[in-house]
């Protein structure tokens, strides 16, 4: 047998990473591939310009068996920020999953990177993210704001979804849709809670919506977040370099044809005041969707404390997601702020299967530990892939 050896992974190494994403993922990428993969992702590096960002392997012979890459941001501390990165990626072959291959890439990552934040949904994972040394924050809240709600009712497999519905309600939607009485139901609840929203998450009129292609200019998303970030305890950081890397047009494979997303803006006069990037439906849905279109708030940035922006900007998203053919809109989120505001635009809170593990070794700076003090976003970690 040969020897195992986690490392991380160097130029001299793209072949064999490579081969590792054809095995693990399906996807048809050669050692000239990775190489530059790593160069761009060096380029934009956020975290320590110019560097590439740390992948860990872990190595049979010459053969990658554990992956676990990463992905460069920085954090706000409520007074400064932080490089970080985010851990993305994690995966062993199949053959290697009943032994120590994922503690031993996690591991040698962990032992790479002062500072270290991970999305993570499977319970294995998060036994080993926890053994690592992260600290679990707890499970990130869904928020679904039904558009069509009747159509959602017909449709979907409240089962499917791994939303951690309970049982009574998930049986209670499947009798309901054999007998031919869930589109009903759904249609009137789903009136219900457009007048809610218009009752109670109205936004204000002096405040000036609109979408757009392209987000605004880096020194306008710079001016909003640093008017934003002064109310927030905690937070990856949404400036204008992060927002246009994450969410502009060459952060789609195919530049600005093939990308998904949209931008709401709330201004008030010229003022930029509240943004949001909005993920459109797939044209083919997830099939757990059963055919039902989702979009999803991938991420939003406002004065925590400006009510009025918020509701503007959800307003705002809304429209955008009807025109787009959406049946629902997503959002995932801690921050006790926006929650509020999403319930007044009559989302409905469901069991969060997303945790937030964070980890780090400095003394630089003082974390919450409170979930409700974090502003996360469903597009942290490039999480919003999902729908």
Known sequence: ????????????????VAAFFRAAWGENLTAEVVLAGWRKAAAENGAAPGEVPPTAIVLEGSRVIGYCGSIPHRLWDGVAEHPAYWVKGLMVLPEYRRGPIGFLVGKELATQLTRTTALVVAPAARRLFSALGYTDLGAVTNFVRPLRLASLARR?????????????????VRVAQRAGVARLAGGVVGLALDVAAGARGRAPSWLTTACAVDLPSRDELDELWHDARGAMA??????????????GADAAEGGAAENRYSFITARDGQRLVGVAALLRPKAMSDPRLRGAHVATISDIVFAPGHTDVGLAVLAGVERVARSAGA???LCTTSHRALARLLSRRSYLPLPGNVHFFLRDVSASARWPRDLASWWLARGDSAADEVF
């Open 327 to 329: 049946d629902a809109v």
């Open 156 to 172: 979907l497999d409240a089962a499917e979804l791994g939303l951690g519905l309970p049982r009574w309600l998930t049986a209670g």
């Open 234 to 247: 905690a937070s990856p950081v949404r400036d204008g370099m992060y927002l246009r890397w994450r969410y």
């Open 1 to 16: 047998m040969s020897r195992v050896l986690a490392t991380l992974a160097t130029d001299e190494h793209a072949d064999s």
